[in-house]
Structure formats: C-alpha cells, structure tokens
C-alpha cells in the first residue's frame, strides 16, 4: 500500500499530467474504471495500475488526479500501444488545438469505424481533457500522421468562421460546406466532423 506523496508511482501520474513529460517519457495516465477497462476490452494493459484503497491510499490518489471527482483507478499506459495506421475514412485535423475536440472526434471516428490523423499543432489526444471527452475510443481508434491520411482528400470549408491555410486546401481534392438553414456563421470542428462522417456513411 502506497502511503507516501513522494512514492515513485504517484509522481509519474503527476508528472504525466504535463505534456512535455508525456511527450518525454511515451506514457499517458487513464483516470477511471470505465478508460482503464476500455484499454484492457481493446487488448492495452497498463504498465502501472493504481486502485484507491488496495494499492494506494485514496486521498494520495485523489490528490495526483485531474478529475474533480477522483477516479479510484488509474492506469499508467504507452503511448506506442495505441492502434496506429488508417482506415479508408480517416478525419484528417489540421491544428484542432482544442483537446475536447479532438477527443469528441475521436469518439465518432469509432462511432463510424474511421481512423483518426492529426497535423502537428493538434491537442495530444492523450491528455487528460481529450481522454476524458474520447470516452475510450483512443484504445479503438487508429491514428497517424496528417500527411498519412490516405485516398480523395475532402476538404470542410466553413461558411464563416476561420478557413483552413491555402497550402492545405491545396492538398485537397475537394472543397465542401456543410449545407446550414440557421443564422450561425459555422459549426464546431467535432459537430461538423461527426456530420461529415455520417454523410459519408449514409451514401451506398
């Protein structure tokens, strides 16, 4: 039973916290019986589990966790465990800075069976915020590279809002806008992924 603050263990799961060391060490940390059993149904153990109570004191656990309301498991995992590669539907995101979102479109990419690849400038779909909003589809999901992102690149321009840069557009096969009978200038990146993804399935 871990009783320490300053146990080895529990400082890793803090340090993780912080992507510089995420980047460095090639771990993330998953908060919660639901992520931590997700990774596991998906073939992903942990290289480290702590569990509130039976390996570690609770308040020690609660006190390393991003949460709010602290999870009683937590699992150290490698990064180089994560599915990579592509599927013939891949969301490509070119500098999605927001990890919600990115953790959103991860969610759907699984929802309709695509893959995921991300340009440099995007959240780490590894940390916690997009963890969480992944509901674990991380452990599910492939990723790569934005260049990586096979077959006719279709481009989504917004009505309004902020246009992608002209050399990606020019990367691109096709140029397309989400039809909107409202007044709103554009929707958010993970609505307008997920509608893009259910457009794609729904045709023969």
């Known amino acids: 039973m871990i009783t320490s603050r300053d146990n080895e263990r529990l400082?890793?799961?803090?340090?993780?916290?912080?992507?510089?060391?995420?980047?460095?060490?090639g771990l993330f940390v998953a908060?919660?019986?639901?992520?931590?059993?997700?990774?596991?149904a998906a073939g992903i153990e942990p290289v480290e589990l702590l569990v509130a109570g039976e390996s570690v004191e609770a308040s020690l656990l609660a006190e390393a966790s991003t949460?709010?309301?602290?999870?009683?498991?937590?699992?150290?995992?490698?990064?180089?465990?994560l599915p990579r590669g592509t599927r013939p539907a891949t969301l490509a995101l070119w500098r999605?800075?927001?990890?919600?979102?990115?953790?959103?479109?991860?969610?759907?990419?699984?929802?309709?069976?695509?893959?995921?690849?991300?340009?440099p400038?995007?959240?780490?779909?590894?940390?916690?915020?997009?963890?969480r909003a992944s509901m674990g589809a991380l452990f599910r999901v492939p990723l790569a590279g934005f260049d990586e992102a096979p077959g006719r690149r279709v481009a989504l321009v917004p009505r309004g809002g902020t246009p992608l840069p002209e050399p990606v557009?020019?990367?691109?096969?096709?140029?397309?806008?989400?039809p909107q009978r409202g007044g709103a200038d554009s929707l958010n990146v993970a609505m307008a992924g997920t509608v893009a993804l259910y457009e794609l399935a729904r045709r023969p």
Do not use: Q, Y
Not at 72 to 81: A, Q, T, Y
Not at 169 to 178: E, F, G, H, N, Q
């Open 11 to 25: 400082k890793l799961v803090r340090k993780l916290r912080d992507r510089r060391w995420r980047d460095k060490l």
């Open 31 to 40: 908060e919660g019986e639901d992520l931590v059993d997700g990774a596991r």
């Open 67 to 81: 949460l709010a309301h602290p999870a009683r498991v937590v699992g150290v995992f490698r990064r180089d465990g």
């Open 96 to 119: 999605v800075a927001d990890p919600g979102n990115v953790g959103t479109l991860l969610r759907s990419a699984d929802a309709f069976g695509a893959g995921v690849a991300l340009s």
């Open 121 to 131: 400038g995007c959240a780490d779909p590894t940390g916690p915020k997009a963890m």
């Open 169 to 178: 557009l020019a990367r691109c096969d096709v140029l397309a806008t989400i």
